[in-house]
């Protein structure tokens, strides 16, 4: 999952999207709505600052509108519209905007950033314990803020529906969540949640990761450090899939992925598991790619003419077809083995076809068994090693012949 952030100034879009860089997520803010696409597509976090925060609000909301239609368009994309602390600046107009350009009918507003003073008390701003009309924000030259109730702040430039849902003995996730779903059943379209701590913030962010139904979310840089864990967003990092199956369908699944991702195809051959210079290198190239954050594709045979030379040049070594079939797991083995010793840490997830390729992966690095977590499709699961080292990668292994053509592509889409 990639996230678009939507903010009104180049400072805010700053202070968001550190939150999800010192997590290592590869994060960039662009005032360039042409080349907003490719950013998502190369980044995991995009900062869209949309320079509206002195606007007029029918200008803000034209923006807002025009960034968070073209993101609708864009699959698997989580949109997060920032706002200021203090509430400067058009807040209901591109809230509403957003709203729009995406198709939502509701939203969530979680505004508090507590470690800098800033809490939500009763759907009131308080800063430093005053509220937030009382203080200094009220006197802004370019954007006075005058009231503190946030329902009002909004009703200013949006006519939809705002509720609060406040902060009492029964503010659990499960009890919030009812709640929410309570108020929008009625009709609600925006509601406000209190909070005093970043323990709220925490368990807020957690709560409104297990909505099912789309939404939009609005907060600050306080909400946003919380959003990387509770929306399981991941660093950007290499997916290494290891083609021991050399079965039709399994060939027929790695071509239609070619045409809808990016990875790098590594071929090995019988030839170069005979040759410990050559597997050196492969193993170089592969580290390589990464520690480049390349998605790879190892296989041994990309047509049946690459299984008919292999068999040829096996029998020729003295191997029969058994034998052969077990030096090329063997050498899938010792290969990704090696691999994982040396960059476990830089795996976004593991792919492996081919019962012989697993077990041997599993002999070299003396993994006793595996834990299984889920089902990425029908009798494909996902599961993690159980060993010390190697028990943080997401596996997913798959019986050469499963699956139809689309089962590879699902199966990379799962994993990133």
Known sequence: MKLAIIADDFTGSNDTGVQFAKKGLHTVVTTNINQLMGNISDNDVVVFDTESRFDNKETAYKKAIKISSK??????????????????????????GCMNGMGYDFAVVIPALPSNGRKTIEGHVKLNDKFLHETEIAKDPKTPVTQSYIPDIIANQCSRKV???????????????????????????????????????????????????????????????????????????SILSIIGSVSDVTREQITFADDIHDFDIIDISIQDFFDDIKKEIILKTILQLIY?????VIRTAKDKKDIQTACEYAKEQGLDKYETSEFIAQGLGEITG??????????????????????????????????????????????????EKYCDIDVVTKAGAFGNEETFSNILDYLR
Request: proline share 1%; net charge negative.
């Open 71 to 96: 993101i609708k368009q864009l699959d698997n994309v989580l949109v997060y519209k920032k706002l200021d602390s203090t509430f400067r600046g058009n807040i209901g107009a591109e809230i509403d």
């Open 292 to 296: 480049d954050k390349k998605d790879i």
């Open 338 to 387: 090696k691999i994982l010793n040396e960059a476990s840490n830089d795996l976004a997830g593991l792919f492996i076809t081919g019962g012989d390729t697993l077990i041997k992966i599993a002999k070299y690095l003396d993994i006793e068994g595996m834990k299984i977590i889920d089902e990425v499709l029908p009798a494909i699961p996902v599961g993690r090693f159980v060993h």
């Open 163 to 237: 509720e609060v849902i406040k902060k009492d003995c029964d503010y659990t996730k499960e009890k919030l969540q009812e709640r929410l779903i309570d108020l929008r059943n009625k009709g609600t379209e925006i509601i406000v949640f209190d909070a005093e701590s970043d323990i709220d913030l925490k368990m807020l962010s957690e709560m409104i990761a297990k909505i099912e139904t789309h939404f939009l979310i609005v907060g600050t840089a306080g909400l946003a450090e919380y959003m990387t864990d509770a929306f399981h967003l991941k660093v950007h990092k």
